[in-house]
Nanobody, 123 residues
Framework: VQLQASGGGLVQAGGSLRLSCAAS????????MGWFRQAPGKEREFVAL????????RYADSVKGRFTISRDNAKTTVYLQMNSLKPEDTAVYYC?????????????????WGQGTLVTVSS
């Protein structure tokens, strides 16, 4: 599976962005998909995941209520809608794919990673 993230950019605080992660390869729908981010000088952290046929989602507390993860299996793409952005959301955002039973809030549950897309939120 190859992942290509896009949609990052510069936005003012309070604004919105939608990130996309296009996947190539077979069996996209069988993978759990996650978004992680890494701010300057910090470790990479979990943001959101979506898994299962029911599209179960989970979010980091810091983004709950502001970010929404979704997927379109026909387009083999996962999205991260980010609203009410804050300067502390500034980071490189990575998408990742992993096995349903292993993928969770930690990085080692994912097998494939995209290259990252930079989100900068100005105050």
């Amino acid at each position: 599976v190859q992942l290509q993230a896009s949609g990052g950019g510069l936005v003012q605080a309070g604004g919105s962005l939608r990130l996309s992660c296009a996947a190539s390869g077979r069996s996209f729908s069988m993978y759990a998909m996650g978004w992680f981010r890494q701010a300057p000088g910090k470790e990479r952290e979990f943001v959101a995941l979506i898994k299962g046929s029911a599209g179960i989602t989970r979010y980091a507390d810091s983004v709950k209520g502001r970010f929404t993860i979704s997927r379109d299996n026909a387009k083999t793409t996962v999205y991260l809608q980010m609203n009410s952005l804050k300067p502390e959301d500034t980071a490189v955002y990575y998408c990742a794919a992993g096995q349903m039973l292993r993928a969770g809030v930690v990085e080692n549950g994912y097998d494939y990673w995209g290259q990252g897309t930079l989100v900068t939120v100005s105050s």
